[in-house]
C-alpha cells in the first residue's frame, strides 16, 4: 500500500461561498489541477497544484486565495501526466463519430446554403377561432444565416471543412436568445459555435481549441458572450488556447447584457 506524505505548504483554496463556477481559473492552471464539480471549482488533486496562484486574477468572484495546509507535496511530474491524459482524453472525444447516443445522425457536419429572406405573408383568413379570424400580415421573416452543422461546441471537430479560413464566432448559448437579430446582425458570412461554459467540460473546450487554432488557419474570432459571471470563461479559455496554440489571431470579445444590448469589451462590437 502506498503511503501518502503530507507536508505544511502553500496551496489554492476555493472560497464555495463566492465560487459561481463560472470556470474563468481553470484555462490559467497549466497543472490541470482545477476542474468544475457540481457546479464548482475544485482541486483535482493536491499534488497537482504547485501554490504558485497563477489562476488567482482569473476568478472574477475573487474566490481564490493561497493558503498554507497540510498537503500532498506538488508533483510535477504527475501533473503533466494528468495534463497529457485529459488532452487525450478530449482528442479522443473529439474524434469519436458524430452521432447522437440514440444512433440518429443529428449531428453529421455539413456545410449548407444561408436561405434567402421570405417575403411578408399575405392576409389571410384563419379557420381557427381562437386566432382571432383574419390575421394581419406577418412581418418580413429573417432568413437564417447558419451555414453548416453542428453548431454546438463540443459536436464540431477541430479539423472540420468549415472552419478552414473562416470568420468564427463563440457564443455562450443564451447570448443569441437574448440578442435580437443575432442572424443578419452576427451570423452573417460567418461560422459558429455555441456552449455553455458553467454546464459543459471547459478542458475539452480548452484542448479542441487548442488544436483547431494550430490546425484551421481561422482569420479571426469574435467571442459572444452574457454579462453574467458564469460566462466570462468562455472568453478566458478562447485567448488561452490561442496563447497555446501560438495563434496570432485577433480576438474581439463581445458582451451581451440580459436585456439584448451589446457592451464593447476589447474591440469595437458589431454594429
Same mark, same amino acid.
Given at each position: 500500500?502506498?503511503?501518502?506524505?503530507?507536508?505544511? @505548504? =502553500?496551496?489554492?483554496?476555493? %472560497?464555495?461561498?463566492?465560487?459561481?463556477?463560472? /470556470?474563468?481559473? +481553470?484555462?490559467?492552471?497549466?497543472?490541470?489541477?482545477?476542474?468544475?464539480?457540481?457546479?464548482?471549482?475544485? +482541486? !483535482?488533486?493536491?499534488?497537482?497544484?504547485? /501554490?504558485? /496562484?497563477?489562476?488567482?486574477?482569473?476568478?472574477?468572484?475573487?474566490?481564490? =486565495?493561497?493558503?498554507?495546509?497540510?498537503?500532498?507535496?506538488?508533483?510535477?511530474? $504527475?501533473?503533466? $501526466?494528468?495534463?497529457? @491524459?485529459?488532452?487525450?482524453?478530449?482528442?479522443?472525444?473529439?474524434?469519436?463519430?458524430?452521432?447522437?447516443?440514440?444512433?440518429?445522425?443529428?449531428?453529421?457536419?455539413?456545410?449548407?446554403?444561408?436561405?434567402?429572406?421570405?417575403?411578408?405573408?399575405? =392576409?389571410?383568413?384563419?379557420?381557427? $377561432?381562437?386566432?382571432?379570424?383574419?390575421?394581419?400580415?406577418?412581418?418580413?421573416?429573417? $432568413?437564417?444565416?447558419?451555414?453548416?452543422?453542428?453548431?454546438? +461546441?463540443?459536436?464540431?471537430?477541430?479539423?472540420?471543412?468549415?472552419?478552414?479560413?473562416?470568420?468564427? !464566432?463563440?457564443?455562450? %448559448?443564451?447570448?443569441?436568445?437574448?440578442?435580437?437579430?443575432?442572424?443578419?446582425?452576427?451570423?452573417?458570412?460567418?461560422?459558429?459555435? +455555441?456552449?455553455?461554459?458553467?454546464?459543459?467540460?471547459? %478542458?475539452?473546450?480548452?484542448?479542441?481549441?487548442?488544436?483547431?487554432?494550430?490546425?484551421?488557419?481561422?482569420?479571426?474570432?469574435?467571442?459572444?458572450?452574457?454579462?453574467?459571471?458564469?460566462?466570462?470563461?468562455?472568453?478566458?479559455?478562447?485567448?488561452?488556447?490561442?496563447? @497555446?496554440?501560438?495563434?496570432?489571431?485577433?480576438?474581439?470579445?463581445?458582451?451581451?447584457?440580459?436585456? /439584448?444590448?451589446?457592451?464593447?469589451?476589447?474591440?469595437?462590437?458589431?454594429?
Amino acid at each position: 500500500m502506498t503511503v501518502t506524505t503530507k507536508i505544511v @505548504r =502553500k496551496i489554492v483554496e476555493i %472560497d464555495e461561498e463566492k465560487c459561481d463556477g463560472c /470556470g474563468a481559473c +481553470i484555462p490559467s492552471c497549466a497543472e490541470g489541477a482545477l476542474a468544475i464539480v457540481e457546479g464548482k471549482a475544485r +482541486i !483535482v488533486k493536491d499534488l497537482y497544484c504547485d /501554490g504558485l /496562484g497563477a489562476c488567482l486574477g482569473a476568478c472574477p468572484r475573487d474566490a481564490l =486565495k493561497i493558503v498554507e495546509r497540510e498537503a500532498e507535496d506538488f508533483d510535477e511530474t $504527475a501533473a503533466h $501526466a494528468h495534463v497529457a @491524459r485529459m488532452k487525450a482524453e478530449a482528442e479522443m472525444r473529439a474524434a469519436r463519430p458524430a452521432t447522437l447516443g440514440c444512433g440518429c445522425p443529428g449531428s453529421a457536419m455539413m456545410s449548407m446554403q444561408p436561405r434567402a429572406a421570405k417575403a411578408p405573408a399575405a =392576409k389571410t383568413s384563419s379557420p381557427c $377561432a381562437c386566432m382571432g379570424g383574419d390575421e394581419e400580415a406577418a412581418p418580413e421573416a429573417q $432568413a437564417s444565416a447558419l451555414s453548416h452543422w453542428p453548431v454546438k +461546441i463540443k459536436l464540431v471537430p477541430p479539423h472540420a471543412p468549415f472552419l478552414r479560413g473562416a470568420e468564427l !464566432v463563440v457564443a455562450a %448559448d443564451c447570448a443569441p436568445v437574448a440578442l435580437a437579430g443575432f442572424n443578419p446582425n452576427v451570423l452573417a458570412g460567418k461560422v459558429v459555435m +455555441i456552449g455553455c461554459p458553467k454546464f459543459d467540460d471547459v %478542458d475539452a473546450y480548452l484542448a479542441k481549441f487548442q488544436e483547431m487554432f494550430a490546425v484551421s488557419g481561422v482569420r479571426s474570432v469574435t467571442v459572444l458572450r452574457m454579462e453574467v459571471p458564469c460566462c466570462t470563461g468562455l472568453s478566458g479559455l478562447v485567448h488561452e488556447a490561442a496563447r @497555446r496554440a501560438g495563434s496570432g489571431v485577433p480576438i474581439k470579445d463581445v458582451v451581451i447584457t440580459r436585456n /439584448g444590448d451589446m457592451v464593447r469589451h476589447n474591440e469595437t462590437p458589431f454594429a
